[in-house]
């Protein structure tokens, strides 16, 4: 099929080149030159493992192309809109901009039978009124919601094989027959493969999203609140998420305690969903929603006491290793990182911070020049007076702590992810400390 995706960030540049790498023949478009510069030239502007790979082939393939024109979309059957959501300035709510404006640049290259579907993360209610829009534009298109499930890292293999497809379809049955039809086109590899598929309305697609961050962030969340509770009586949350996790009801996954979520989609998701309920009417029902927020954040003022702790009360002069800078390990994302937030707060008391990420350097130097950087872990570690591990990349977890402590000042470890092998560490020498840990 002919596609269009309309925003080339995170989201639209992995989809486009997944549906070219499945076949389709796929127009990227986006208002930043220097995006399409490099996605034409078969290169990507951020690190998603395996995303190259099928960039560069597709592109060759002549598969898919890339243009910041918008009458390039014309004559796609199908135009998928990827844009941002971004937090308001000063308010918890999602800002619809770039989704209002991509829709209004498109409707004027739309044609009869043409379907517009949505994949941004956006508060309920939203696709009814773009669906309006459409509707009134007198131009035969009609609108689907297809929300996105990606986890940062493994985005391309979510995209070619997702774990489940949801389908907003329009009300009018005859729309929503010819949506569905051309959507079951777009995606007949991962249906042919078994993935589930959920065929529902606007509003149950919109809300699937914010649901499933909702609940994800909440379990998060309720561990690390244990882990303040563990904390203050002695427990192992480690071994409390453990035991736990094996009611079936319940589940091991994501009950991780540590510094917490960050990162583009659940922090801004939660509180975007937060705002919606609260302009419906509602905002009892996700009040907690609030505390889930307080509790995450609480955690990273958690790693900074620890350390602070740790030093003798103070980190003035001293310097600290930081491992890590991206929210997640796969990735070289930054946005509201709670390890760049530990490294910043950390600089803001006075230590000399030395930080080291695989990915995230550049990213983190761009918008904290005045942390310092090293490339390579063994250059943090030199004469540290702390480490501080803030992103679980499998080089810092299976880090050699003899060889650590060889190149540290003093052997005081904050593990920030509750990923190192504590008892491994303290037998190295080194004063260990995790969240939730006696």
């Not at 979510?158 to 777009?186: F, Q």
Request: net charge negative; aromatic share 6%; with cysteine.
């Amino acid at each position: 099929m002919k596609l269009s995706v309309i925003g080339c960030g995170y989201l639209g540049a992995v989809h486009a080149a997944a549906m070219a790498e499945l076949g389709h023949d796929v127009i990227g478009i986006d208002v930043d030159q220097s995006r399409i510069d490099a996605l034409s030239a078969g290169k990507a502007p951020f690190f998603e493992p395996g995303l190259p790979d099928i960039l560069a082939s597709a592109t060759a393939s002549g598969r898919l192309r890339f243009s910041t024109r918008m009458e390039d979309a014309a004559g796609s059957r199908v135009h998928f809109i990827a844009v941002g959501t971004p937090q308001k300035r000063g308010s918890y709510a999602a800002d619809l901009t770039s989704v209002n404006g991509a829709l209004d640049a498109l409707i004027p290259f739309l044609n009869a039978g043409d379907l517009v579907v949505g994949k941004s993360t956006v508060p309920v209610g939203t696709a009814t009124n773009l669906a309006a829009a459409v509707a009134a534009s007198g131009t035969g298109a009609s609108l689907a919601w297809n929300p996105e499930f990606l986890r940062e890292g493994f985005a391309v293999k979510d995209t070619i094989s997702p774990d489940r497809l949801v389908y907003g379809l329009p009300p009018a049955e005859a729309e929503a027959v010819s949506a569905k039809a051309l959507l079951d086109a777009v995606y007949r590899s991962a249906l042919d493969a078994g993935t589930p598929l959920i065929v529902t309305d606007y509003a149950t697609s919109e809300l699937v999203k914010a649901s499933a961050n909702a609940f994800l962030a909440t379990k998060i969340s309720f561990i690390n609140a244990m882990a303040e509770i563990a904390e203050a009586t002695g427990a192992d949350v480690t071994q409390l998420a453990d035991a736990i996790g094996l009611d079936p009801r319940i589940g091991r996954r994501f009950l991780g305690a540590g510094v917490g979520f960050g990162g583009g989609c659940l922090p801004k998701d939660i509180r975007a969903f937060t705002a919606r309920a609260e302009e419906l009417g509602r905002g009892e029902s996700v009040a907690f929603l609030k505390e889930v927020d307080a509790i995450n954040l609480r955690r990273r003022q958690r790693v900074v006491d620890l350390t602070v702790e740790s030093l003798g009360g103070s980190v003035n002069g001293k310097k600290v290793a930081v491992l890590g800078l991206a929210f997640k390990p796969f990735s070289d994302d930054i946005r509201d990182s709670p390890a760049l937030d530990v490294a910043v707060q950390l600089r803001g008391l006075g230590a000399t911070v030395v930080a080291t990420d695989p990915h995230a350097i550049e990213n983190s130097r761009r918008i904290h020049p005045q942390l310092e950087y090293a490339v390579e872990p063994a250059d943090a570690l030199a004469n540290a007076d702390a480490v501080v591990l803030v992103t679980e990349w499998d080089q810092f977890r299976h880090m050699d702590p003899v060889w650590a402590g060889n190149l540290v000042r003093d052997r005081i470890v904050i593990d920030g992810r509750n990923c190192l092998d504590a008892p491994a560490w303290r037998a190295a020498g080194w004063t260990y400390r995790g969240l939730g840990k006696p």
